[in-house]
T-cell receptor
Framework: QQQVKQSPQSLIVQKGGISIINCAYENTAFDYFPWYQQFPGKGPALLIAIRPDVSEKKEGRFTISFNKSAKQFSLHIMDSQPGDSATYFCAASRNYQLIWGAGTKLIIKP | EAGVTQFPSHSVIEKGQTVTLRCDPISGHDNLYWYRRVMGKEIKFLLHFVKESKQDESGMPNNRFLAERTGGTYSTLKVQPAELEDSGVYFC???????????FGSGTRLTVV
């Protein structure tokens, strides 16, 4: 049973545009919601993360928006650049075991 | 600081054979995790070591999988005998303390034919 649903599966955005990836979770016991970025041939790397007591967290061009009542969270990439082209995974966790979304392949067109 | 190292990076074996994957965590990291991604699906937790002890192995799919971490340093994940559905990318991660600050290795891509 998939506990974290991620969409879209793939996304193409023009350079300078806003990339938005969405995730929904089921288990209200989750207490940590990270986003990972993965380049081909590399492992996932932590990009940004949020706790459920915060509605938004911003780090540079990357923002997580968190809606606890709707059990949804999203990643926004502002001013998207070709170097942001990668696969993005959302995850949720309790007790340090990560439950992952299926991933979104993001392509930024120059 | 060297990162998490996994090898081999790729392995192609025949169904029924045995394969052993190795993970060298960042030096000093007591916590070591194994995850895998079966093609097109989400990454799934396999198990968690604290030093040489298995803290949580709830994600291990069946008894064909055996993970060890002798001496609390590197870890091995053995699949014996391998089945077609075991194909995927196996990731190892480590952290110094028991928190979410994992560092992942580049993974081992296992193909069972």
């Amino acid at each position: 049973q998939q506990q974290v649903k991620q969409s879209p599966q793939s996304l193409i955005v023009q350079k300078g545009g806003i990339s938005i990836i969405n995730c929904a979770y089921e288990n209200t016991a989750f207490d940590y919601f990270p986003w990972y970025q993965q380049f081909p041939g590399k492992g996932p790397a932590l990009l940004i993360a949020i706790r459920p007591d915060v509605s938004e967290k911003k780090e540079g061009r990357f923002t997580i928006s968190f809606n606890k009542s709707a059990k949804q969270f999203s990643l926004h990439i502002m001013d998207s650049q070709p170097g942001d082209s990668a696969t993005y995974f959302c995850a949720a966790s309790r007790n340090y075991q990560l439950i992952w979304g299926a991933g979104t392949k993001l392509i930024i067109k120059p | 600081e060297a990162g998490v190292t996994q090898f081999p990076s790729h392995s192609v074996i025949e169904k029924g054979q045995t394969v052993t994957l190795r993970c060298d965590p960042i030096s000093g990291h007591d916590n070591l995790y194994w995850y895998r991604r079966v093609m097109g699906k989400e990454i799934k937790f396999l198990l968690h070591f604290v030093k040489e002890s298995k803290q949580d192995e709830s994600g291990m799919p069946n008894n064909r999988f055996l993970a060890e971490r002798t001496g609390g340093t590197y870890s091995t994940l053995k699949v014996q005998p391998a089945e077609l559905e075991d194909s995927g990318v196996y990731f190892c991660a480590s952290s110094q303390v028991f928190n979410y600050g994992y560092t992942f290795g580049s993974g081992t891509r296992l193909t069972v034919v």
